[in-house]
């Protein structure tokens, strides 16, 4: 038996007995004293389960402020740890610095007990590899506090920066949720100055000061708002369907994108690649479709056709 295998074992004995001997345990899992002092030190120090003697009864056993089911979250099965430690990557490569501070504790139990079966981290995060595209610079003081403020249901006051200027805006919003979109992350909130829900990207908040009082709880209507039911980060008034027409020879991997959950898409007669959307703000829906090109035709709405429309013309009189 493995010592990962054996000190993982000890959860099934707490789990069977309220109190078991000395020898009850190495008769069981077929150890020397020697080998069950060591268990008992790892179990103890670099695990941090309450196990004690209990001299009265003659044996070993939990604390009593203590549950046998704490266990189940100290020890792990050799794939639990390949799977343990891959999800702890991936969490550290949304941004370096953002997670790490708090997964120190977890990464050091993890790294102990793969060690001790002769798993090597370095070679499992090497098979993973994280490419990230026009990923902005986040404030990680700024982002814990919104998280916080978020999870305890408090207000916070917040300046930032519009999209569409440099001008500092203060507000004090309700946090409802964090959202990580396209490597960024945002916030979804009640502002209480607009009377209604907004987006705001948390790169582009410059200050942050949690509130004491309850932040607002929005009702079913508002949280199927943020939801987003139409395509993209920002949150509108009205819904609309776009439909675009694509030339799938030079772009074959559009038919198996999905760019929303409730999307239509077909071939016609000719071969062209139709794909409808719904949306209810035009600036992302027409920042994607520019990126194909003369690849993309935007079909209808022709409110939405005239403004991507505009935007080719504008660009071309940059040249």
């Not at 639990?80 to 941004?95: P, R």
């Not at 408090?154 to 946090?175: A, L």
Request: include cysteine.
């Amino acid at each position: 038996m493995s010592e990962i295998d054996r000190l993982y074992s000890y959860k099934s004995l707490f789990l069977a007995r309220r109190i078991i001997s000395q020898a009850q345990i190495l008769e069981l899992l077929e150890i020397s004293t020697a080998t069950f002092k060591r268990d008992l030190t790892k179990l103890r120090d670099r695990l941090n389960l309450p196990i004690i003697y209990d001299r009265g009864l003659r044996g070993y056993r939990l604390e009593k402020n203590s549950s046998p089911k704490d266990l189940s979250g100290l020890l792990f099965s050799k794939d639990e740890l390949f799977v343990f430690s891959a999800i702890q990557f991936i969490l550290t490569q949304f941004d370096p610095n953002l997670f790490n501070s708090k997964l120190k504790p977890l990464n050091a139990k993890i790294e102990f007990l793969m060690n001790d079966i002769g798993i090597n981290e370095a070679d499992i995060m090497s098979r993973i590899k994280f490419l990230h595209s026009r990923k902005r610079k986040l404030n990680y003081d700024i982002f814990e506090s919104l998280v916080k403020a978020t999870l305890n249901r408090r207000k916070v006051s917040i300046n930032y920066v519009g999209s569409d200027n440099s001008i500092s805006n203060e507000r004090v919003v309700s946090p409802q949720q964090i959202v990580y979109y396209k490597d960024n992350w945002y916030l979804d909130a009640w502002c209480h100055f607009r009377n209604d829900v907004r987006t705001f990207s948390i790169d582009a908040i410059n200050m942050c000061i949690p509130q004491e009082e309850a932040s607002i709880e929005l009702n079913i209507s508002e949280i199927q708002k943020i939801f987003r039911i139409d395509y993209g980060i920002f949150i509108g008034k009205e819904k609309q369907w776009a439909k675009i027409r694509f030339n799938t020879k030079n772009i074959s991997w559009i038919v198996r994108e999905e760019w929303h959950s409730d999307q239509k898409s077909y071939f016609d007669n000719n071969g062209w690649f139709f794909l409808e959307i719904p949306f209810s703000d035009t600036r992302e829906i027409l920042s994607e479709i520019l990126k194909f090109g003369n690849n993309a035709t935007i079909i209808e709405p022709e409110e939405l056709r005239s403004s991507h429309i505009n935007i080719l013309k504008k660009s071309l009189d940059n040249y």
